[in-house]
């Protein structure tokens, strides 16, 4: 994987720019449909850094891909049958493109950030210890740092704009941004979701500590998963054969950079330093790992 290979920034001139993401470039195809570009630029403390990651953006689509497919019999998603061809018609774009693009459906997101919790890390073990709770639900005492859960935990939050952070809240906020019948569903579908693919990661040796998932709604108000699903950039992946609580464990996902950011003197805002080659092949090889782990 050389950076010749990478794709920092995509450009379809034909086609209306309608978001350039941390990650996701999002073009207008028609009333219908959009084109989502998953690109390699990779985001740490919510700064995009100034160097892609060589093919992080086609594991991811090709992770997402999987997922979808895994839990269609669970929930609809915005994935559509169009092939790239008729989106980009053009041989040398596709070829740059790569498997990093899809042709979804429009759909209404929904102004809530689905996140669950399987184990405690990160902002919920900060919150854990603080107020022996996680977005206000109250967890036994006595827990450390990255152990499991008794049972895996509906935590949403807000959607920040970009350069913000997003902001954890109760489920009677979501209730009040959703609805109550739209919440509930959101809640259940993405429990589900979770415990029936941890289940399956794990056969394949890998945790999945927690994950975030977006949803959208069609015309007739039926809720669809959208956006990505359970890969290395929206999820906690942890190798379970190094895993053990009582600290943080390594994982596949870009931990690995966030961890190296911190040894550094930079305050977390724009622009990103600059990452050693060495930093980029082991995040490559970590997202390329966690593909080859779970989708075979």
């Known amino acids: 994987m050389t950076y010749t290979d990478a794709l920092f920034e995509s ?19 028609d009333a219908e449909h959009l084109l989502i570009v998953t690109t390699d630029r990779l985001s740490a403390f919510d700064v995009v850094l100034p160097q892609p990651i060589p093919g992080k953006g086609e594991v991811l689509t090709r992770v997402a891909n999987f997922w979808f497919e895994r839990t269609r019999g669970i929930v609809p998603n915005h994935l559509t049958d169009i092939p790239l061809e008729q989106a980009a018609p053009d041989a040398v774009q596709r070829a740059q493109l790569g498997d990093r693009a899809l042709v979804v459906r429009k759909l209404r997101p929904l102004p809530v950030e689905a996140i669950v919790r399987g184990y405690i890390i990160g902002s919920g073990w900060k919150d854990y210890q603080q107020t022996g709770k996680v977005c206000g639900i109250p967890l036994p005492a006595g827990l450390r740092q990255a152990d499991r859960l008794p049972e895996p935990i509906f935590t949403p939050s807000t959607k920040a704009d970009a350069g913000d952070h997003d902001e ?58 959208i956006d990505e699903v359970l890969t290395p950039d929206s999820s906690r992946f942890w190798p379970a054969d190094q895993y053990q609580p009582g600290s943080s464990p390594p994982s596949f996902d870009k931990q690995f950079v966030r961890d190296y950011l911190e040894t550094l003197d930079w305050d977390k805002t724009p622009p990103g330093p600059a990452l050693p080659d060495e930093i980029i092949e082991k995040t490559a090889e970590k997202y390329r790992e966690a593909e080859a782990r779970l989708t075979g």
Not at 11 to 29: A, C, M, S, T
């Open 11 to 29: 450009d379809l001139p034909h086609l209306k720019l309608l978001n350039r993401g941390k990650v996701r470039d999002i073009y207008d195809l």
């Open 168 to 225: 954890n809240i109760a489920f009677d906020r979501a209730t009040k941004l959703l609805g109550a019948e739209i919440a509930e569903q959101v809640r259940e579908l993405s429990l589900r979701i979770y415990q029936e693919s941890a289940v399956y990661a794990l056969e394949r040796g890998i945790i999945i500590a927690d994950t975030k998932f977006e949803f959208g709604l069609d015309q007739d108000g039926r809720v669809h998963l």
